[in-house]
């Protein structure tokens, strides 16, 4: 005997185009992957321009995020910490007083130049004492060159 609601011949299930006609909705509801993790938004910008680095992929819970940057965690690469809850920020060594924490955590740079390209780092710091490492990237491209001829 053959399952009534689906036909081997056609290769089609039947109710499955009524499940969709009666609940749409369930096509617009975003489940995320498990491959998307915490990560910075790589940026490219023209020498003198505003830039956000922003993070990607928050894990739920951040307390705060620690910028460094370049790969290493440390002391001269620190650009800076916000405290997500109450937005206090604090600068360390690699701040230039360009860079400043926006309260979702993402990293504003004003007037950037070639030296800030490079590799960027945040660290999440989560409850329990849990952290997060994020990497992005800025690319900072001069003004067009114009030759003479």
């Not at 945040?122 to 952290?131: D, E, F, G, M, S």
């Amino acid at each position: 005997m053959e399952f009534p609601a689906a036909s081997t011949h056609r290769g089609l299930v039947p109710w499955l185009g009524l499940m969709l006609a009666v609940f749409p909705s369930s096509l617009t509801t975003r489940i995320p992957p498990t491959t998307e993790q915490f990560a910075i938004v790589s940026t490219v910008a023209a020498e003198g321009q505003d830039v956000i680095l922003r993070i990607r992929n928050s894990p739920p819970g951040v307390l705060g995020i620690f910028w460094y940057r370049g790969r290493v965690v440390k002391d001269s690469n620190f650009i800076g910490y916000i405290a997500l809850g109450p937005g206090d920020y604090v600068t360390g060594p690699r701040n230039t007083g360009r860079e400043t924490a926006l309260f979702d955590g993402s990293l504003i740079i004003t007037n950037v130049t070639q030296s800030d390209e490079g590799i960027y780092l945040a660290i999440a710091l989560l409850p329990n004492i849990q952290r997060a490492r994020a990497l992005g990237s800025l690319n900072v491209y001069g003004p067009p060159c114009v030759s003479s001829s």
